[in-house]
């Protein structure tokens, strides 16, 4: 994988970086900014996903993939986005086998982003 050392460089990771920057009004500090955050909420929210959902915990779990699509849309990190929509909505569709097909995929998708920003603020 290529070294995150610039925002330019999540474009190598998958984050439309155009879009998460036009989320926040054109203003690459405050996305930077909001990058941070969504790097501390991941190291939170990735062991309270798995949590949730080992302790089948549906209605939470939902609450909280609703959550990351949100969030990482706001970031254009479209592609966990996307892996989180589809869990939201296989929980609202009570498909709990596409809920158990996708979650590990989910977390490590969630895992990778939350590495690429870590490695992009230990660049800053």
Known sequence: MEPVRTIDDLQNRGFDVEEGIAMCAGDE????????????????????????????????????VHGLKNAMKSIGANHLSEAARVQEFAVKDNNLALVDEGVDALLTEYQDVVDALEELMANQ
């Open 29 to 64: 500090e405050l996305y930077a900014e909001v990058l941070d955050a969504a790097l501390e909420e991941g190291k939170e929210k990735i062991p309270l996903i798995r949590q949730l959902y080992e302790e089948k915990d549906y209605d939470r779990y939902c609450v909280e």
